[in-house]
């Protein structure tokens, strides 16, 4: 009889006991705060003098288009060759350009704006490498719960460096806390395990725009992620926009106070990390639908902000909001990992961030004009909407289901 019992297989290594992914983890968070903290490090830069409302504006336009130019060919040179060795590049990249932001904030606005936008192209280029190196460190059965402690740490870390980094001010310089910044890229380009070699080593020159196109066809070959992307970018191109544009304004002139702007955003980092340790475990039967109900949750913020409620109703709609966005994010990039080709997963992620946070500034730019002209009502109640309706028509598409292909045509 015991030659006929069938061994179970081994336990897989808890994920905090596994020196390659602690190294992931580490890398991820790091270049996450780093991201995080440059646009607010350069407005305590504004409040000190050493830069001016037009030179923030310029240092933030040049890494945005920095991380927009870097990362369709990030992600076609991380499918290529090594995503390790993308993340150390790129990493270094922004890690060598932020001191000399530092150095030249309050004497060249010309040089450090060449320096963010080499920040920003880092930014860009290590975020797909990132994506597709986590699918070669951590087996699949244990990627979601990777997904979930990675983004888990940066909500944490961004929820308590506000409060640090404004005591750190007190103390050190503007330029002292961007080298820190550059610290914080170093670790992020150098901590990283290696992972697999590339799933075909290629011999011939990248065509950059080719190779994109063929992950582009790759995407498409997925209905729940056009679906899923599209709806992902409609609701960071209005709702995440309308709000940022109009709650610091509903924070000064319903309630005659900036503490309702802090409040709410506090709210939200406290609800995404909420997000993040629920879906660290759970796993809906219908894992795409849960995930697109979570993305619509985001209208209830526009919907807060148009009617005349309590703060308190504002706080529990970004809670909600928070919540609900990493119980998209996480399944999103899981799903990503395992069902996209491995050799075109880079390309992909790229494609991602580029339509949906890449260019949100996008949005932002034309919530202001649209306000001005049909005013705060109407914008908030069509970003509702289109928050609720954007994840509704995603959940209609077959695959978006569980993100999933048919049985059978996974790449896992």
Same mark, same amino acid.
């Given at each position: 009889m015991h030659d006929s019992a069938v061994e179970s297989p081994p336990t897989p290594t808890p994920l905090l006991r596994s020196p390659s992914f602690v190294r992931l983890w580490t890398g991820t968070m790091a270049s996450g705060v780093a991201t995080w903290a440059l646009p607010f490090i350069l407005g305590l830069a504004v409040l000190d003098r050493s830069l001016t409302g037009v030179g923030l504006g310029v240092l933030l336009a040049t890494r945005? !288009? $920095?991380?927009?130019?870097?990362?369709?060919?990030?992600?076609?040179?991380? #499918?290529?060759? @090594?995503?390790?060795?993308?993340?150390? &590049?790129s990493g270094l990249m922004a890690a060598l350009a932020t001191p000399v932001m530092a150095v030249s904030l309050d004497r060249s606005l010309l040089v450090a704006a060449a320096a963010?936008?080499?920040?920003? *192209? $880092?930014?860009?280029?290590?975020?797909?490498? =990132?994506?597709?190196?986590?699918?070669?460190?951590?087996?699949e059965p244990q990627r979601q719960q990777a997904n979930a402690a990675?983004?888990?740490?940066?909500?944490? %870390?961004?929820?308590?460096?506000?409060?640090?980094?404004?005591?750190?001010?007190?103390?050190? @310089? %503007?330029?002292?806390?961007? &080298?820190?910044?550059?610290?914080? &890229?170093?670790?992020?380009?150098?901590? +990283?395990? !290696?992972?697999?070699?590339?799933?075909? +080593? @290629?011999? %011939?020159?990248?065509?950059?725009?080719? #190779?994109?196109?063929?992950?582009?066809?790759?995407?498409?070959?997925?209905?729940?992620?056009?679906?899923?992307?599209?709806?992902?970018?409609?609701?960071? !191109? %209005?709702?995440? @926009? *309308?709000? =940022?544009?109009?709650l610091p304004l509903v924070s000064r002139d319903r309630f005659g106070s900036e503490a309702v702007l802090a409040a709410a955003m506090t709210t939200y980092t406290i609800g995404a990390l909420v997000g993040a340790l629920i879906i660290a475990r759970w796993r809906p039967r219908?894992?795409? &639908?849960?995930?697109? !109900?979570?993305?619509?949750?985001?209208?209830?913020?526009?919907?807060?902000?148009?009617? +005349?409620?309590?703060?308190?109703?504002?706080?529990?709609?970004?809670?909600?909001?928070g919540i609900g966005i990493e119980l998209f994010n996480v399944p999103w990039f899981t799903a990503t990992q395992r069902e996209v080709e491995p050799t075109k997963l880079a390309r992909v992620s790229s494609l991602d961030f580029l339509l949906s946070y890449g260019l949100a500034p996008v949005g932002l730019a034309l919530i *202001?004009?649209?306000? #001005?002209?049909?005013?705060?009502?109407?914008?908030?109640?069509?970003?509702?909407?289109?928050?609720?309706?954007?994840?509704a028509a995603a959940a209609m598409v077959p695959s978006s289901r569980g993100f999933s292909a048919p049985e059978g045509k996974s790449n896992a």
């Open positions: 945005t !288009a $920095g991380f927009l130019a870097a990362m369709p060919v990030a992600g076609v040179l991380a #499918d290529r060759y @090594s995503r390790r060795k993308t993340v150390l &590049w963010a936008f080499v920040v920003g *192209a $880092g930014q860009g280029a290590c975020r797909p490498a =990132f994506q597709a190196l986590t699918a070669e460190v951590v087996a990675i983004t888990l740490a940066v909500r944490v %870390t961004t929820l308590v460096a506000p409060t640090l980094t404004a005591l750190l001010a007190v103390a050190v @310089s %503007t330029p002292v806390l961007l &080298w820190g910044v550059g610290a914080l &890229w170093l670790v992020a380009a150098l901590a +990283p395990p !290696a992972g697999n070699d590339p799933p075909e +080593p @290629s011999t %011939t020159r990248p065509n950059i725009l080719a #190779d994109f196109a063929d992950g582009m066809r790759e995407a498409r070959r997925h209905p729940w992620f056009v679906a899923g992307l599209a709806a992902l970018t409609a609701v960071i !191109a %209005t709702g995440y @926009s *309308a709000t =940022f544009v109009v219908a894992q795409g &639908w849960s995930a697109l !109900a979570g993305l619509a949750l985001y209208g209830l913020v526009p919907l807060s902000l148009l009617l +005349p409620v309590h703060p308190a109703v504002i706080f529990a709609a970004y809670v909600f909001a *202001a004009p649209a306000i #001005d002209q049909f005013g705060a009502t109407v914008v908030l109640a069509v970003c509702a909407v289109v928050c609720f309706a954007a994840p």
